[in-house]
């Protein structure tokens, strides 16, 4: 069974700074490929906001380039986001996204974190 366990949400003051993990677990991963952070205010619609390809090439909304950082660890299976200058508009729930193969002769598939919540305020 494969499982991505995010950590590293939390309260923090405007201007501040967090850095989020995800850990693709499980048995039988074969390989990691995209991977990414989305987030989703109440009652907003869930957005994309970072992704990464196993090769490192990255994208990001437009609200957020200049401030988070998107990076990943192949050997880990492991995607962070450093978020700094963070701003109450960023206030939600982040969950991690990645396609995941288990088995060379199986496509992969897409997977989701279980969302840690990103509470910015003063």
């Known amino acids: 069974q494969v499982q991505l366990v995010e950590s590293g949400g939390g309260l923090v003051q405007p201007g501040g700074s967090l850095r989020l993990s995800c850990v693709a677990s499980g048995r039988s991963i074969f390989s990691v490929y995209n991977m990414g952070w989305y987030r989703q205010a109440p009652g907003e619609q869930r957005e994309l906001v970072a992704a990464?390809?196993?090769?490192?090439?990255?994208n990001y909304v437009d609200s957020v380039k200049g401030r988070f950082t998107i990076s990943r660890d192949n050997a880990k299976n492991t995607v962070y986001l450093q978020m700094n200058s963070l701003k109450s508009e960023d206030t939600a729930v982040y969950y991690c996204?990645?396609?995941?193969?288990?088995?060379?002769?199986?496509?992969?598939?897409?997977?989701w974190g279980q969302g840690t919540q990103v509470t910015v305020s003063s």
């Open positions: 996204n990645a396609d995941i193969q288990t088995s060379l002769r199986i496509p992969s598939k897409n997977y």
């Open positions: 990464i390809k196993w090769g490192g090439s990255t």
